[in-house]
Nanobody
């Protein structure tokens, strides 16, 4: 089960940290996706937990940081310098079922319920 938290409303330029409780997962690949109203879901950041390698969407590079605490079974997304265009529902994803690009949502078997981020 994946449970996100940490969303909320913030002014442009502010920061938020999203958390995803991933108890029971030993998934080697995890990611954050987001979906704004009327738009397709897109990858925000991905992480390979064994290597620690990360990947980011161009729109968030330098502003967002994905990390995982394996001991606590937690996935995080630190979001800084937030912009109104970052407004979306953010989802945690885990358990890759096949190889492929980190931002291919069809690779992930399990998803959280989402947490809303609103930037004004």
């Amino acid at each position: 089960q994946l449970v996100e938290s940490g969303g909320g409303s913030v002014q442009a330029g502010g920061s938020l940290r999203l958390s995803c409780a991933a108890s029971g997962y030993s998934s080697y690949c995890m990611a954050w996706f987001r979906q704004a109203p009327g738009k397709e879901r897109g990858g925000v950041a991905g992480i390979y937990t064994n290597s620690g390698n990360t990947a980011y969407a161009d729109s968030v590079k330098g502003r967002f940081t994905i990390s995982r605490d394996n001991a606590k079974n937690m996935l995080y997304l630190q979001m800084n310098s937030l912009k109104p265009e970052d407004t979306a529902a953010y989802y945690c994803a885990a358990q890759c079922t096949r190889s492929g690009r980190w931002n291919d949502g069809t690779r992930y078997r399990d998803w959280g319920q989402g947490t809303q981020v609103t930037v004004s």
